[in-house]
């Protein structure tokens, strides 16, 4: 323990004592700053407030005493009070206390202009001392990094590292900030360096898979994770994000496997229920999500369910089956994507095209760039004969994905069926030239001609001669 360590822990026995007795016992003013910080500091701001109010009934218009009122107000969110009371305090303009209460009352206050114009002040007048610039560019960083400022907290904390390296508080607060602005790299490099300072840090190793999984590194997610657990066996939450890096990772197997032992320790955990329904759809193991969505309803009733467990027997092609359960949703249940999905797919099935349409359509309201709904579309409207219409829902599809599988190839045979040169100029300049030749082999009766010598232009002429010809794609098996 240092001297001043020993200073402050024989001045709160004094004021302790004091209090306990009930005896007006004198302090100088830095005897009641140092206390009032104390206080303040270990999260008794009444207390603190109290020691302020004393110490300014001895010591009028003490400055660090006013401070510390200040920052009482700011704590209690009165910026406006904590604002107003600080131009009432005569103090140097460099007083890293006074200006740290006046940029985050300006912060809060939304004039980010003027806490800004402090900063730059304080930073280009190179007046502070050492110790003083650290505390005041660390803790300014802190606060805009509170307000989501994240490039200037950056800034000013990464000064702050040049100065010390070793800091954990600020190092949390460097990776925190670049997380924020999706530079995972560079928060992955903080958050390895506090592991560098404490390798047995559960928060780090936790943040570093977390990182690494937004960045599709899994397999170094799963390493972080099984490292955090090490640390902290128990943490479910670790052991679930561990089982989605693997589910993510294309492990589903070991995922389900995680998954069950998460539920085990936590089975009122409902996210649990739905990711496991999720993996073993993957695996299509349709009874097995049978099984849990039986335990889902026992544990917290039937809302989802009917939803859920139609959409386990539209899988496994059982149709009645689903329609009885598509019948049980209740009404508040009704008026979402995956319900919207389900009622499409029932009507499919009994060949209702125009529910079918307006259940997709509905689904794309609520999903716009969903491909799947857009596919599905697509071939309704095909199965309506509305070309133009389904040539829409494709291009609009590969919009969003140029390889959707046979997207490229339904349009171009609605483009022969629908006739019209231009639109079918445009998606054939889509094709590449082994494309071209495929399709042109479908299209002619030339089955086993060899286009291998064809230039490109030669193919898209005798393509254009089979649109002119009305070779009609429903009649060729894509």
Known sequence: MDDNDQDIKALIEKYEQMRYMGKNIYFDSDEFAAL??????????????????????????????????????????SFQE??????????????????????????????????????????????????DLYT????????????????????????????????????????YA?????????????????LDINPFSFDAWVNLGKLHSMLLQYDKAIEAFDFALTINDNEVNVLKMKALSHYLNDNV????RLFRECLNDSPDD????????????????????????????????????????????????????AQEEF????????????????????????????????????????????????DKLANISLDQEKYEKAAEYLEQLLVLNPDFPTAKGRLAFIRFE????????????????????SLLALLTSEQNFDYAEYSREKMLIRLNEARENRVLFKNIKY
């Open 82 to 131: 904590a604002l107003d009371y600080l131009s009432g305090v005569s103090v140097d303009d460099n007083n890293v206390d006074y200006l740290l209460v006046k940029i985050e009352s300006l912060l809060y206050l939304n004039k980010l202009e003027q806490a800004n114009d402090i900063l730059e002040r304080v930073m280009n007048s190179q007046e502070l001392s050492d110790d």
């Open 418 to 437: 629908i006739g019209a040169k231009e639109p079918f100029d445009e998606i054939m300049s889509q094709f590449t030239d082994a494309e071209l030749r």
């Open 270 to 321: 409902e996210t649990l229920y739905d990711s496991l329904l999720e993996g073993y759809e993957v695996m299509e193991q349709y009874d097995e999500m049978l099984d849990v969505i039986a335990k889902k309803e026992e544990k917290f009733g039937s809302e989802k369910v009917y939803l859920q467990r139609a959409h386990v027997f539209l899988n496994q092609e059982k149709y009645e089956e």
């Open 178 to 194: 670049y997380e924020m602005i999706d530079d995972f790299e560079k928060a992955i490099e903080f958050n390895n360096l506090m």
């Open 253 to 256: 197997e070991e995922a389900i």
């Open 136 to 175: 005041f560019i660390t803790e300014a960083g802190y606060l805009y990094n509170d307000i989501d400022e994240y490039e200037i907290a950056i800034s000013l904390l990464e000064n702050a590292h040049k100065i010390d390296d070793e800091d954990l508080e600020l190092l949390i607060d460097l990776a």
């Open 36 to 77: 009032a910080e104390y206080y303040y500091d270990f999260g008794d701001i009444s207390e603190a407030d109290d020691i302020a109010d004393a110490g300014l009934e001895m010591h009028t218009g003490n400055a660090q005493l006013m401070i510390m009122k200040a920052k009482v107000l700011v704590f209690n969110q």
């Open 327 to 374: 019948e049980k949703i209740p009404e508040s249940e009704m008026n979402t994507f995956d319900y919207y999905v389900l009622e499409g797919e029932l009507a499919i099935f009994n060949k209702d095209f125009a529910t079918a349409e307006m259940a997709y359509m509905l689904a794309m309201i609520d999903s716009p760039d969903d491909e799947l709904v857009i």
